[in-house]
């Protein structure tokens, strides 16, 4: 195999016209719809950077001030070093950190695909599996739901809800976070980071696979920090799944080729290793509240929907990379293990349970590995019959036709979402349509000090508007909250509840137990 070129004219100029076409796709529906902008998670990633603006690191809860976050944290770190470099908004330093790791993306995936596939059109393929190829059967699965009544599609069908219904309809159990890779760069989230972060780690290992100088290998360990201190599921995952994956070729597959020697198969499971170890500190806090481990899911009745979700949305990467393999298209070792390690991770979603289901970033990790070896099918490959050629054409063309429609409604159902008048003051948001309450948001970041807390009477069932919920105060001031009315990122702690008895005892006007006053003071 040739050595992988850094940088070459003709897929360097392809790969960075379509990222920045995806950068600029990024802009145009945050600038059409702010709620896009800002997420569902944004106004709590937000409460979090300001947290860390204020010298906290690790950051403290800032919806519940002076319990455990139980969170990772070194996103966070970032907004808070961007928006205080920049004075913006946390939520615009989130989108200027997806519009650079779309383009990082877009360069590296193009540049990787034409070094494994041999041509830059394998490349482009790859790139679209990578961040689209997911759920091909779901526009049938909206039509099913918009005929039968169950969804609507006037925008008045938005609720309180990430997304619009028609997005939601296209998954089962209204799981959208098994979607497109291009998903989380739509929204304020730490995956962009470390899907980029789990696929230059991807390519170190490809790239060592008969030696790892020791620079490599601390590229290797850096990588899979970076993956791990930003979402320490797609970290470990990519550990994990590298690791298998360079174990089965080494040993299993093909006993008669040439193995990885076993000196270079210790190094490179000591770098990976090292990544998820060194990152710790970044999210040893979700120990305090037990989100940390893989438990196996026990009941079929849990493992079967979620294996069922894995073969109907990655049906794509899944069944054309199993194609490849059939055809003898992942000849290079390099595909092996990237086949390997997406798949066992496709396998490992639906055998474990982590906290809030969030094992579907194994699956979404599985579908940037597994876009590599899915392409080869696409492709008819060097000296190729002509029958063969007519099939790979076909076989790209079918592709391609099952990615449009899934993409088009994803894209559309984020643009079509019930809208918000955001603007940034200073380093705040403001949402304009209530005056009082941003007069109220004003008056607080103006005339409180940093470091005050907040106290809201949801006594009478109302609360701040939005998303419905306080947690949006943080955003929009900079100062934390006593106790937020959700469970959002509230740790397992009974203080959690003694401290929403005593707020709403305050507001009704009730007599405080000695206990509840002295914990408001």
């Known amino acids: 195999m040739k050595p992988f070129p ?19 796709l990024v802009v145009a529906i945050h600038r059409a719809n702010a709620r896009s902008l800002v997420g569902f998670h944004g106004v709590t990633h937000s409460a979090i950077a300001f947290s860390v603006l204020q010298g906290h690191i690790p ?20 907004l808070a070093g961007v928006a205080r470099l920049l004075t913006w908004p946390p939520v615009y330093a989130a989108e200027l950190i997806n519009v650079a790791t779309v383009i990082g993306m877009s360069l590296l995936v193009v540049r990787v695909g034409r070094w494994l596939l041999g041509s830059l059109r394998g490349g482009l393929i790859a790139l679209a599996f990578a961040l689209f190829a997911v759920n091909p059967l779901g526009p049938i ?19 309180r809800s990430p997304s619009h219904p028609m997005l939601r309809a296209m998954y089962l159990n209204d799981d959208v976070r098994w979607g497109s890779g291009f998903f989380f760069f739509l929204q304020p989230s730490s995956r962009s980071i470390a899907f980029l972060a789990a696929v230059s780690a991807a390519v170190l290992i490809c790239r ?18 970076i993956a791990c201190s930003m979402n320490p599921v797609v970290g470990t995952g990519t550990a994990f799944g590298l ?14 080729r040439p193995r990885i020697a076993p000196r270079t198969l210790v190094a490179l499971w000591v770098s990976l290793g090292a990544g998820v170890v060194l990152s710790f500190p970044t999210y040893s806090q979700l120990l305090n509240d037990h989100s940390v481990g893989l438990p196996i899911e026990g009941p079929l009745s849990a493992v079967l929907p979620k294996a069922l979700y894995a073969v109907l949305f990655g049906l794509m990467p899944i069944g054309l990379t199993t194609l490849a393999w059939w055809q003898g298209r992942l000849e290079r070792p390099q595909l092996r293990v990237l086949a390997i390690a997406g798949l066992s991770l496709a396998v490992l979603c639906t055998v474990t ?24 099918a696409c492709l008819p490959g060097r000296s190729a019959s002509p029958a063969r050629i007519r099939q790979a054409r076909g076989i790209a063309r079918a592709a391609v036709a099952a990615l449009v429609p899934v993409t088009a409604v994803t894209l559309f159902a984020f643009l079509y979402r019930q809208p918000i008048p955001l603007h940034a003051d200073g380093m705040y948001l403001r949402d304009p349509r209530d005056p009082d309450r941003a007069a109220t948001y004003a008056w607080l970041a103006e005339n409180t000090p940093p470091d005050s807390l907040v106290l809201t009477d949801v006594h009478d069932g109302k609360q701040t508007a939005f998303y419905d919920s306080e947690s949006e105060i ?8 006593f106790i937020d009315v959700h469970g959002w990122y509230m740790p397992a702690d ?4 003694k401290r929403r008895q005593a707020v709403d005892a305050l507001f009704a006007a009730a007599t405080l137990a000695s206990a509840q006053t002295q914990m408001l003071e």
């Open 474 to 481: 943080p955003a929009m001031t900079g100062r934390s909250l």
């Open 208 to 225: 060592s696979l008969t030696r790892l100088p020791w620079l490599r290998g601390l590229g290797v360990a850096l990588s899979t920090g």
């Open 59 to 78: 950051p403290e809860n800032p919806l519940a001030v002076g319990l455990d976050l139980p969170y990772y944290w070194a996103y966070h770190l970032l």
């Open 243 to 256: 690791g298998l994956g360079l174990l089965a070729v080494s040993r299993i597959w093909r006993p008669d």
């Open 494 to 497: 009974p203080r959690v509840e």
């Open 353 to 376: 349970h982590v906290s809030a289901g969030r094992e579907h970033s194994f699956f979404n990790l599985a579908l940037y590995f597994l876009a590599f070896p899915a392409a080869a």
């Open 141 to 159: 699965f909206l039509a099913y739901q918009v005929l039968s009544g169950t969804v609507g599609l006037a925008i008045s069908e938005f609720a």
């Open 6 to 24: 850094l940088l070459s004219r003709r897929p360097t100029v392809a790969a960075l016209a379509v990222g920045l076409g995806l950068a600029c």
